[in-house]
């Protein structure tokens, strides 16, 4: 698993400046032309994503892992019920609280709104928790269980998850694109631990929707649940942001978004127990 992570991190760093160059070139000639609003840390986070891809199938060769069930997952025939609670679960609460947030003055709502910029967001709803519940809740996550007890596993994942998610340096890090600009970046990920207060608060609920995440995935033995609250989160967090303008930064209570933060925090406790609820009441169905 260390050489599948050094791997993946390598490959990043090398591939970030060719993808930047590449969506630069594609929007200068009219192709995607909504690919240049995005900075170099954007493209360097994708090329971390599409290594991990990349090197996924030697990966499951070298733990001779031949399908989902090696990996403790079995076959979802109401996967598009799973996706939409899990989504009504994440994103309800996350907009409630910005809808509180914005009465309290924390937040005020923008004049203006870009549809190209929600549309940006909803399509990496659609995405992205694709991608990520397929390595941390179906490959990391499906390897740990079978060395290790459910706890450890769970609490080793949502750790990792939440490591993964610093590896990306402050926006606007790179204004000057080189090939060696991936590697800069990758060292400006660590300038965020020096503000401590602001990685706990935001290591903290990372790891905790890692562990909700992994909640969902044992008990349905599925990853389409655990796709509907991650895409319910990034879609809420990311919409809210959009249409309404930060006002404050007030940690350890609230944070750049409505993921980092002891508020944050609390709203995704919430989901927690509409989930333990939901998984409840479908088994109370099912028996």
């Known amino acids: 698993m260390l050489g599948y992570f050094a791997a993946t991190i390598l490959f990043g760093t090398v591939a970030a ?20 609003q995005f900075g170099f840390e954007a493209f360097f986070h994708r090329a971390l994503m599409l290594g991990a891809l990349l090197f996924l199938w030697p990966f499951l060769r070298a733990l001779r892992i031949k399908g989902p069930r090696d990996l403790g997952l079995a076959r979802n025939r109401r996967w598009g019920r799973d996706v939409a609670i899990g989504f009504l679960i994440s994103a ?24 190209h910029a929600v549309a940006a967001v909803a399509l990496t709803a659609a995405v992205v928790p694709f991608i990520e519940e397929t390595l941390f809740r179906g490959l990391f996550l499906g390897v740990l269980l079978r060395s290790n007890r459910p706890l450890t596993a769970v609490l080793l994942s949502s750790g990792i998850f939440s490591i993964v998610h610093f590896l990306k340096a402050p926006d606007q890090t790179t204004t000057s694109v080189g090939w060696t600009s991936g590697f800069i970046s990758l060292a400006h990920s660590f300038d965020q631990f020096t503000e401590p207060m602001l990685v706990l608060a935001g290591f903290t609920t ?26 319910g989160w990034i879609f809420a967090s990311g919409a809210f942001n959009k249409i309404a303008h930060r006002e404050i930064v007030a940690l350890p209570w609230l944070g750049k978004s409505l993921l980092i933060g002891i508020v944050p925090l609390c709203v995704c406790l919430i989901s927690w127990v509409l989930l333990r609820e939901w998984l409840k009441y479908v088994g109370r169905r099912e028996t």
């Open 92 to 115: 309800i609460p996350v907009l409630g609280c910005g809808v509180f947030l914005v009465a309290l003055g924390n937040y005020t709502m923008r004049t203006h709104v870009a549809g």
């Open 17 to 36: 400046p060719i993808l930047f160059w590449s969506a630069r070139w594609l929007a200068a000639h009219g192709i995607f032309t909504g690919l240049a």
């Open 206 to 231: 990372l790891f905790l929707i890692g562990v909700i995440l992994a909640h969902a995935r044992l008990h349905t033995r599925s990853l389409w649940l655990p796709i509907g609250l991650h895409a």
